[in-house]
Structure formats: structure tokens, C-alpha cells
Nanobody
Framework: QLQLVESGGGLVQPGGSLRLSCVAS????????IGWFRQAPGREREGVSC????????YYTDSVKGRFAISRDNAKNAVYLQMNNLKPEDTGVYYC?????????????????????WGKGTLVTVSS
């Protein structure tokens, strides 16, 4: 059974750091692109950072550039999102998702509706 499981969320003060993990079962992640998405209360789900398996590039939405880093560990069948210098506006539920189609990292991030598999999410709260 295909499953994506996120972990690592929590409550952190502004300026703090968190590392989110997404572990897959039922599929080999290094054969797919993958994205991290977030959804804040009352807002649409947005792509935060994505990796393309087509060309190996990564994409970051402007608001997280220089603060977040996406990475893979193929041996663990996992993808991570290192989040530094967190801000209150980073608060939300963070999801990992996989598209079956091969496409660019930006395309993965800007079209959440194109994802085929989603995890259940992990909550990140940035507050003092």
C-alpha cells in the first residue's frame, strides 16, 4: 500500500528551525519528483519546495528562499525539508506529495492539483 508519512512538525519560536521528514512506503521515491506544500488556515495550499526527477533541479517559492532546503535520502526512501529562521507566516500544515508524471520542479510546486499521492500532513506553528 502506497503511503507518505510526514513528521517533524511542532511549535517553534520565530527564528527557530525545524526539519520535516517524509518517508514513503509502496513506492521508491528516487524515481519520482516530490514536493513540500503547506496550507495555512483560510488559505489555499501552496507549493513550498519541490524536486524534479526529470532534471534533478529544485524549486523554492520566493518567501522561503535562503531559509528552507529540500533534500533526499534514497537509502531511507525519504525526503526532508530543513526550515531555518522560521517566521510566523510559515505556520501551517505541511504536506509532502508525489506526481506520477515527470515534470519540472517548478511545475510540481505551482500546480498542487497535479499531485497524485499526498501524505496526511504535519503541523508547524511559529509563535512566540
Amino acid at each position: 500500500q502506497l503511503q507518505l508519512v510526514e513528521s517533524g512538525g511542532g511549535l517553534v519560536q520565530p527564528g527557530g528551525s525545524l526539519r520535516l521528514s517524509c518517508v514513503a512506503s509502496g513506492l521508491t521515491l528516487d524515481r519520482y519528483g516530490i514536493g513540500w506544500f503547506r496550507q495555512a488556515p483560510g488559505r489555499e495550499r501552496e507549493g513550498v519546495s519541490c524536486i524534479s526527477v526529470m532534471d534533478g533541479t529544485s524549486y523554492y517559492t520566493d518567501s522561503v528562499k535562503g531559509r528552507f532546503a529540500i533534500s533526499r535520502d534514497n537509502a531511507k526512501n525519504a525526503v526532508y525539508l530543513q526550515m531555518n529562521n522560521l517566521k510566523p507566516e510559515d505556520t501551517g500544515v505541511y504536506y509532502c506529495a508525489v506526481p506520477v508524471s515527470r515534470t519540472t520542479a517548478k511545475a510540481i510546486c505551482v500546480v498542487p492539483a497535479g499531485m497524485d499521492y499526498w501524505g496526511k500532513g504535519t503541523l508547524v506553528t511559529v509563535s512566540s
